[in-house]
Every structure is written in C-alpha cells, then in structure tokens.
Nanobody, 123 residues
Framework: QVQLVESGGGLVQAGGSLRLSCAAS????????MGWFRQAPGKEREFVAA???????YYAYSVKGRFTISRDNAKKTVYLQMNSLKPEDTAVYYC?????????????????WGQGTQVTVSS
C-alpha cells in the first residue's frame, strides 16, 4: 500500500520560509518522479514543482527562484524549500508520485497523492 505523508506546513509571515517534507512508503521511491501541487480555496489544484528520478527539476513560473524541490532517495523523502513566501502562496500543498517516468505538471500523470499540508502566509 502506497502512502505519501506531507509535513512542515504552518503559518508564516510574508517574506518568510518553510520546508515541506513528503515521506513515501510502499513504493520503490527512486523509480518515481515526484511532484508538489497546491490548491487554494475555490481554485483548481495547480502544479508547483517536480523532480525526476535522476534529480532534474521543473518549476511553475510563479515559484521559480523562490522554491526548491529536492529528494533523498535513501530516506524516501521529497522536500520543498519555500523562501520569500507571499500571501498568494497560501494553499494546501500536496506531494504526488508518478509511474510514467518523466516529470510532468499535469495532475493526471500522477498516480499517488498525499493528504496535504496547509501553508498560510500572512501579509
């Protein structure tokens, strides 16, 4: 049974930083590209960042230069370091795993999802 468990969310002031973690179990982690998505109230889930099996990264334009995705295959964990946070980054953040072999910004390419962690950025 595949499980993805996010942690690290919380309340932070604008300009601050948070690091999200996503611990995976029940899958051969190093064979899965991983992604982070977010969903704000009343909005669709949107792509944030992705990382390939080899560590290549891909970012949404809105977070490029502020967020960094990384992975530790030995710990079966993917991270999202978020710096210079803005109120518009407020959302529930989800990690996801894809069995399709490449990085993708499309939610349909991801097979497994975590339960999400809330990030709130105050102005």
């Amino acid at each position: 049974q595949v499980q993805l468990v996010e942690s690290g969310g919380g309340l932070v002031q604008a300009g601050g930083s948070l690091r999200l973690s996503c611990a995976a179990s029940g899958l051969t982690f190093n064979t899965y590209p991983m992604g982070w998505f977010r969903q704000a109230p009343g909005k669709e889930r949107e792509f944030v960042a992705a990382i390939s099996r080899s560590g290549s990264t891909y970012y949404a334009y809105s977070v490029k230069g502020r967020f960094t995705i990384s992975r530790d295959n030995a710990k079966k964990t993917v991270y999202l370091q978020m710096n210079s946070l803005k109120p518009e980054d407020t959302a529930v953040y989800y990690c996801a795993a894809s069995s399709r072999g490449g990085t993708s910004s499309d939610t349909y390419d991801y097979d497994y999802w975590g339960q999400g962690t809330q990030v709130t950025v105050s102005s």
